[in-house]
């Protein structure tokens, strides 16, 4: 065991400790934290984590304070920096939390209701 | 142990990623474990405008278990060597 956890991946995110981190999670959503704890799971403990919400071309940081999450839920993890986070908001404007919640919602609705509208009109298929 | 050890001769070679979230990314393959979690470097993402945080991400983890399908670079397996590890391994040697 101690070989193995030696030589894997895993272990090489040593390297990644005190870093800041963008972390992918299953759910689609992305966390950016910065990297305190890991296991062979890729449980991790992220710290100052905030979730960053982008729809269309609005973008807000929603603050999460220190986050354990469970390795089965993430993704991938990614080096993220001055320079990064600039890349990243390219083109994009910052709103509020508040706002950026309310696109949120408001796209997942138009989203459902177009699978809705999708689903009725099935029988044109057949 | 197959897997592993082939993904171990593929170290620092480029191979794209493909993820059951439908995300591709291409980079140089750094490190791979026992759970086939990768390491890339110098990551490109196939779709940036559906994928925008991802600009920023050079260097990335990925965790074994989110992986579909891993491309690579042509020529990069030997496939009689592969055929004998396989019957090697099948054997329990």
Not at chain 1, 36 to 44: C, G, K, L, M, P
Not at chain 1, 75 to 95: H, I, K, P, S, T
Not at chain 2, 37 to 57: C, F, G, Q, W
Request: proline share 2%; aromatic share 6%.
């Amino acid at each position: 065991m101690a070989d193995a956890w030696h030589l894997s991946a895993v272990a090489s995110l040593v390297e990644s400790l005190d870093a800041r981190l963008l972390v992918a999670l299953r759910d689609g959503s992305n966390i950016i934290g910065t990297l305190r704890s890991f296991d062979q799971f890729a449980n991790i403990v992220l710290e100052d984590a905030v979730e960053r919400v982008v729809v269309g071309r609005n973008y807000s940081d929603i603050p999460l304070g220190l986050y354990i999450v469970r390795g089965e839920n993430v993704v991938l993890m990614g080096d993220w920096g001055e320079r990064g986070e600039r890349a990243a908001v390219e083109g994009l404007v910052e709103v509020d939390n508040a706002e950026i919640i309310r696109a949120r919602e408001a796209d997942s609705a138009a989203e459902a209701m177009k699978g809705d509208i999708l689903k009725r009109m099935d029988f044109l298929d057949e | 142990m197959l897997f592993y050890s082939y993904f171990k001769t593929l170290v620092g070679k480029p191979v794209t990623v493909e993820l059951k979230n439908d995300l591709a990314i291409t980079g140089t393959l750094v490190s791979v474990d026992q759970y086939l979690n990768i390491k890339l470097e110098n990551t490109r993402v196939a779709d940036e405008e559906r994928y925008p945080h991802m600009r920023s991400v050079r260097n990335c983890f990925i965790r074994g278990s989110v992986v579909r399908y891993v491309q690579i670079p042509e020529g990069c397996v030997d496939v009689d060597i592969l055929h004998d590890a396989t019957r090697r391994e099948a054997r329990g040697a």
